[in-house]
Nanobody, 131 residues
């Protein structure tokens, strides 16, 4: 089992930047595919970004492509979400999540975009972008 704690959220003006971090407990962090999701008030949870176990493969949602980057540091049990050129519509609670993906086809490069496939979730960190 892994526990996830997000940090780095806050209030920022449109066009600004934030870096979110997600700290994972345990010594098996590198065995999980990691993802970031967000949920705005009154909306469904939305995929933002995912990164493979090795960090060699990643995907981001079309809505954040070119602005957000996901990365991970397996030695430190951390996953990051760098957010640039923030827009008011990026306002949401951002959650990180971990997927064991026990049926991997490509263990080191598989990623997961579907929230239902993730096994563990953090409590989230609020990001508010003012116009």
């Amino acid at each position: 089992q892994v526990q996830l704690v997000e940090s780095g959220g806050g209030l920022v003006q449109a066009g600004g930047s934030l870096r979110l971090s997600c700290a994972a407990s345990g010594h098996t962090f590198s065995s999980y595919i990691m993802g970031w999701f967000r949920q705005a008030p009154g909306k469904e949870r939305e995929f933002v970004a995912t990164i493979s176990r090795s960090g060699g493969s990643s995907r981001v949602a079309d809505s954040v492509a070119g602005r957000f980057t996901i990365s991970r540091d397996n030695a430190k049990n951390l996953v990051y979400l760098d957010m640039n050129l923030l827009k008011p519509e990026d306002t949401a609670v951002y959650h990180c999540a971990a997927d064991r993906d026990i049926d991997s086809k490509n263990y080191y490069l598989d990623t997961t975009t579907a929230s239902a496939l993730y096994d563990y979730w953090g409590q989230g960190t609020q990001v508010t972008v003012s116009s």
